[in-house]
């Protein structure tokens, strides 16, 4: 109930600042005579290149993924010859995330973050257990007494991980892909829009979104929903493609991007333009400094940025104080 | 006749197009692809522009695709239109040089469920070219609605030449009497890659064998392989025939104008449950 309430709240801020929010996201700007007569259905936004009504970009981005689903890790293997990987775990190594963590891996879909939490909590914990034995094993006679009580009482917190995705047939992806890994405890999925997230305030110590913060329709709106479910203190995190700054770089990833990613989309997924969706969409998110501004705008400190690969992806993050 | 009414497509990243022929509502196409129902850019409803790389990348994965999992039809589609230019080109000057083909070209017929009068075509007697194909749209469990839409061709009316002669294909069957288990299919290359000399069917006509067991082989390489070349070679062009007005005719009639001689031997078809 207060979560919706503040969402009435922040819509009609939102709406009283509209001139300033909708040139950060890139939504075509309006003359401000009109800002009281116009609709959201009037409103048109990008999908690729392509202009289009609002209301209409979250059905086609549902639809884009609907039909990639299925090949979706292999297409993610084909188009970046297996890089993704390594961008992934170097999330995960920024992130650091200790046992007994909560996350919330919004656009989660096929559950590659929160797999890969759930490995390094599990290695973490492990880790720390062989120490605990190591040093346990020269404790005076009070100490393990201490010990005993301790572990009847209170036992240690177990790390959860919480996959939100809009789409069902990516989660039903990400759940066939959970089983056949065998990866079972500590995970859930929850269908949700990042823009109105199914959650109460204070909830989680981590967010996530990779690769999935350009197919929102209001990036400032998914932006306050992670800042009202983080814990004080909780961290930001999102990968998303980025702008290449060297220029024979940028050259050769358009040239990549625009001939080879369609035509392995048709031949391995039957699918040109979905893959011409993903290419142009990539183009038109805002670059590192300005999505930066927008993370800071929201609420959150300490942002920071890192590039990976040259800025063909690049990792924000930032804290909720 | 032509009734030419311009249309103007702005393709997004292109300059203006001018389609200027009636584009029949039968041709926009099916469900095939939600995107291009609304909106699209190109000459044609489904056509993705591509450049001179992306075809032959295309054309490179969608043949390795192809070979791989043959029964990826929508590979074998991609790799025909993206190598089939110069073939397109000449079965379209073979249709406009043809009267009946001419007319095919102008009026632009599509074949499938919708309009065709399955009614009126059952109760045709037996023996009649329609009640003949609709039998062997039942025995063989096809159905005219699975062609792939043409995507990648470059020009509206080589995109239609390339759609008329998949959906042509299954009439072909019907023609040469041919069931469509592997050795019928193999047949049905072998006839059309002598007629149309697209790179596909010649590339399906060399490996299709590869497929079949010795007997089959056989009985390819000695009766059935010979008789479709020579009836490919010297039979009318296919694709000009206006066979949406044939229905009633005899299928021997028919045959016997195109110039196909009746098969030597008919491969067992298998009754698909």
Redesign the interface.
């Known amino acids: 109930m207060a979560a919706s309430v503040r969402l009435l709240v922040r819509q009609a801020i939102r709406l009283s600042h509209r001139n300033i929010t909708v040139t950060a996201t890139g939504v075509s700007a309006r003359p401000p005579c009109r800002c009281f007569s116009e609709s959201a259905e009037e409103r048109s936004t990008h999908f690729g290149?392509?202009t289009v009504p609002e209301a209409e970009k979250a059905k086609?981005v549902y639809?884009v993924f609907e039909n990639v689903a299925q090949k979706y890790d292999i297409m993610n293997d084909a188009m970046s010859l297996g890089i993704h990987r390594l961008w992934k775990d170097m999330l995960l190594h920024a992130m650091h995330p200790q046992p007994g963590a909560r996350l919330l891996d919004v656009a989660g879909g096929t559950g590659d973050i929160s797999f890969r939490f759930l490995e390094y909590v599990r290695s973490q914990r492990e880790r720390q257990q062989r120490r605990a034995v190591r040093f346990g094993q020269t404790l005076s006679w009070q100490d393990i007494s201490n010990s005993y009580s301790t572990i009847e009482t209170d036992g240690p917190r177990e790390s959860t991980a919480v996959v939100c995705d809009i789409n069902k047939e990516m989660l039903k992806v990400g759940k066939e892909k959970a089983e056949s890994l065998g990866i079972t405890a500590g995970l859930s999925w929850v269908v949700g829009d990042a823009e109105e997230l199914p959650f109460d305030d204070d909830q989680f110590d981590i967010y996530t979104i990779a690769f999935g913060i350009r197919n929102v329709t209001h990036i400032d709106q998914a932006l306050q929903e992670a800042l009202r479910v983080l814990k004080p203190g909780g961290r930001f995190m999102c990968l998303e493609f980025s702008k290449v700054t060297n220029p024979l770089l940028a050259r050769l990833y358009d040239a990549y991007s625009f001939?080879?990613i369609?035509?392995?989309g048709?031949?391995?997924a039957?699918?040109?333009?979905s893959y011409q969706y993903l290419v142009e969409s990539i183009r038109k998110f805002p670059s590192q400094e300005e999505f930066k501004s927008m993370i800071e705008d929201a609420g959150f400190y300490c942002v920071q940025y890192y590039n990976f690969t040259g800025g063909v992806v690049a990792l924000h993050s930032g804290f909720k104080l | 006749m032509w009734l030419l009414i311009p249309f103007r497509w702005i393709n997004r990243r292109r300059h203006c197009f001018t389609v200027s022929k009636v584009v029949c509502v039968q041709q926009l196409h099916s469900s095939s692809t939600e995107f291009t129902n609304i909106h699209y850019d190109g000459l044609y409803p489904g056509h993705i522009p591509t450049t001179a790389v992306q075809k032959a990348l295309l054309s490179i994965g969608s043949g390795v695709a192809a070979l791989q999992n043959p029964y990826r039809h929508d590979m074998v589609a991609v790799l025909g239109e993206t190598t089939g230019h110069l073939a397109l080109i000449k079965l379209r000057d073979r249709m406009r040089n043809d009267p009946e083909g001419y007319a095919v070209l102008t009026e632009r017929p599509r074949i499938r469920l919708s309009t065709l009068d399955l009614t009126k075509m059952a109760s045709l007697p037996d023996g009649s070219f329609g009640r003949e194909y609709l039998r062997f749209l039942e025995d063989n469990d096809v159905t005219p609605d699975s062609r792939a839409d043409v995507k990648f061709v470059d020009n509206e009316e080589l995109a239609y030449v390339m759609q008329r002669y998949r959906e042509v294909h299954d009439l072909l069957h019907t023609l040469l009497g041919m069931p469509t288990n592997m050795l019928g299919e193999v047949a049905v290359k072998w006839f059309e890659a002598a007629q149309t000399g697209l790179p596909m069917c010649a590339l399906g006509a060399v490996l299709g064998p590869l497929r079949l067991n010795a007997s089959r082989l056989q009985s390819l390489f000695t009766s059935l392989g010979p008789w479709a070349l020579q009836s490919g070679r010297r039979a009318r062009c296919v694709l000009s025939i206006f066979y949406e007005r044939r229905w009633e005719q005899s299928l021997e009639d028919l045959q016997r104008e195109l110039n196909i001689e009746p098969p030597p031997i008919i491969p067992k078809a298998k009754k698909k449950t």
């Open positions: 290149f392509e086609r639809k001939q080879m369609p035509v392995l048709e031949v391995i039957g699918d040109w333009k």
